[in-house]
């Protein structure tokens, strides 16, 4: 089977199940040897920082020499960056190995009306994958919410990860911080580890304890207090952690708070028995790498990519623009998912931008790029701020038009930001590559 056929045959599939639940993935794995079981993982769920703590923790490791398997989605430029190993993502023809192998089983299953949903069938491709390299640890990200999750297939984990909770994908798991959280509880095992990221909304907090209590789980909250902060800028952030001097490489505050939860993984491993240097975590800080998250390009202009699509993603990408580029003139490219919370992140980044060209991301759910440049310029009209400057949102047909006009627009002093959808970064990264890293 070719690369091309396996993405067909994967995308062939339905996005989302006629009734949720584990059974069809735990189905479809017991029938493929249930690889899952010879796999140790760290389970990663939360409404956002879950890219940034999963690539520190997987990169730490990895830098301690041991074979680690990284699951996430979505991808961001190429499918198979989904799963990887030691940094490197599985090879087009290892994809379609492994599909070529596993889709019979998913006909199989389709004849008995088990239809196994796109995740379900990448979740177990990448299950065989890890099995097969004898990977020693798996950082596995949670696809949609936790509890019924297809990745919460797996045992009781080395440690269960909860990270920052806000109001996303509401119509899925529910229109509270507290029912969302539950969902998210729902990777916590009996007697496990459970790491919780510091800056809770209460109502989640509690559910989080609460969850914890009642499942055994030694709950550590994985505060700043052992970080300080030396300096930062647009290449990253210099901390100190117990008196070690680390390089974050990701931008943003909220990033601080994500490095404090994957050195409370690592220090939750290290009383495992895991051997992990302090040379490691260091050397895994240095070179982690989380794309399309307040990804730099340029200094010169700022050029800034950011996929961002929630509020509270949004509101720490407004945090780190009013941080990063106080008194730059800042020019937006920006697409967003229509069933994304459009007002809300027009909202944390109103009076950010001195323009804004719209795009359309290449997805069904995508808003179009007029709609999207009526609502900017509808919050424009409403703003006292548009009195005293002349802001105008435009859309626009092709990324590479949008990106030139806005680096027109913003001059060698000022700043560019792609963001609004891991999608519109996904089609505007390899653009930027080869523009300015080419």
């Known amino acids: 089977m070719e690369y091309g056929e396996a993405l067909n045959k994967i995308h062939s599939l339905q996005r989302f ?85 596993t889709f019979p089983f998913v006909e199989r299953m389709a004849q008995n009306e088990e239809e196994i949903t796109e995740f379900e069938f990448i979740t177990a491709l990448a299950m065989q994958w890890f099995a097969q390299q004898n990977c020693d640890v798996v950082v596995l990200e949670v696809g949609l919410g936790g509890r ?57 907090m509690e559910v989080i304890r609460t969850v914890a209590s009642e499942r055994q789980n030694q709950l550590v909250i994985a505060d700043t207090t052992g970080i300080c902060e030396r300096s930062s800028g647009l290449t990253g952030t210099k901390l100190d952690y117990r008196g070690l001097p680390l390089r974050l490489p990701f931008l943003g505050e909220h990033q601080v708070k994500n490095a404090a939860a994957a050195l409370a993984v690592v220090e939750v491993l290290r009383g495992q028995g ?36 929630n509020p509270g993603g949004t509101a720490a990408l407004a945090a780190a623009l009013k941080k990063y580029l106080n008194g730059k003139r800042v020019v937006a490219v920006m697409g967003m998912l229509a069933d994304k919370d459009v007002d809300s992140a027009l909202r944390n980044l109103s009076g950010l931008f001195s323009h804004v060209f719209t795009l359309a991301p290449n997805n069904p759910r995508a808003m179009s790029a007029t709609q999207l440049a009526q609502l900017w310029n509808s919050i424009a009209l409403n703003s006292r701020k548009a009195h005293s400057e002349d802001f105008s949102a435009q859309p626009c047909a092709y990324v590479e038009d949008a990106v030139e006009r806005a680096l027109a627009l913003a001059g060698k002093d000022g700043a560019v930001v792609i963001c609004g959808s891991l999608y519109l970064a996904g089609e505007v990264r390899p653009y930027l590559v080869q523009k300015f890293q080419g």
């Open 17 to 101: 199940g006629t009734k949720p639940g584990l059974e069809r993935i735990r189905k479809l794995l017991a029938l493929l040897g249930n690889p899952q079981e010879r796999l140790k993982f760290i389970h990663v769920a939360g409404t956002n920082g879950k890219g940034s703590v999963c690539a520190l923790t997987a990169s730490v490791l990895s830098r301690a020499n041991y074979k680690t398997g990284l699951y996430i989605s979505p991808y961001i430029s190429d499918f198979c960056e989904r799963m990887q190993i030691n940094g490197r993502m599985i090879p087009h023809t290892d994809l379609a190995a492994l599909v070529e192998h």
């Open 148 to 204: 019924l999750d297809a990745t919460n297939v797996i045992p009781t984990p080395l440690v269960s990860v909860i990270l920052s909770i806000s109001l996303d994908h509401t119509a899925v798991l529910g229109d509270t911080v507290e029912k969302i959280a539950y969902e998210k509880c729902g990777i916590i095992k009996e007697n496990g580890i459970t790491v919780c990221y510091s800056d809770q909304p209460e109502g989640a």
């Open 274 to 309: 895991w051997v992990i240097p302090d040379r490691a975590v260091a050397s895994g800080f240095d070179h982690a790498v989380n794309p399309a998250r307040l990804e730099v390009f340029s200094t010169s202009p700022v050029v800034l990519l950011d996929g961002a699509h």
